[in-house]
């Protein structure tokens, strides 16, 4: 199993707590962006800049990713794909994302696109806080000890 991170979007505070994962468990991370991140050197945290566009970043991870992969994605249709190919995804407030769950939040951000588009404004999601970051923290540590024994702890 490889974690790809959808690297655009995803804030410092979950990078930092992946790459913790990275190092103390040997398992390959791969950010994908469009522009240069740094990293903590480590051969398990790698990189990949893709050009800028449209769901560039979103169609590598596709391309690169093998079924069984966890996906750190905030980007619905991206998770969405991602389980359609045997992947698994999390979102950076740790919600994660499934079979059964999916297809309800692919309607509902399309929904909230109509709306956006015809004028409404939707507003955006709240900034992220400590309780985000932790929830995160624990979904992964639960999905990793679903596929070992893991325990992760922030600093």
């Known amino acids: 199993m490889q974690i790809w991170v959808d690297a655009d979007a995803c804030p410092k505070a979950i990078k930092d707590i992946l790459f913790r994962v990275a190092e103390r468990l040997g398992i390959t ?3 994908v962006a ?19 566009g449209f769901d560039v970043a979103d169609n590598e ?11 750190i994605t905030g980007d619905i249709p991206l998770a969405y794909e991602v389980i359609c190919k045997g992947g698994h995804a999390i979102n950076p407030r ?6 059964d769950n999916i297809k309800d939040r692919l309607n509902m951000r399309d929904f909230m ?9 939707t507003g955006g999601p709240s ?25 992760i702890t922030l600093r």
């Open 61 to 71: 991870i596709v391309k690169r990713l093998s079924s069984g992969d966890l996906v």
């Open 94 to 99: 740790g919600e994660l994302y499934t079979v």
């Open 29 to 31: 991370t791969t950010l």
């Open 127 to 151: 900034a992220l806080n400590s309780r985000d970051i932790q929830a995160f923290a624990n979904q992964l540590d639960k999905f990793l000890a679903q596929q070992g024994p893991v325990r």
């Open 113 to 121: 696109d109509t709306l956006r588009s015809s004028g409404i404004d």
């Open 34 to 52: 469009n522009q240069y991140l740094q990293r903590p050197p480590s051969r398990y945290i790698q990189f990949v800049q893709v050009n800028s």
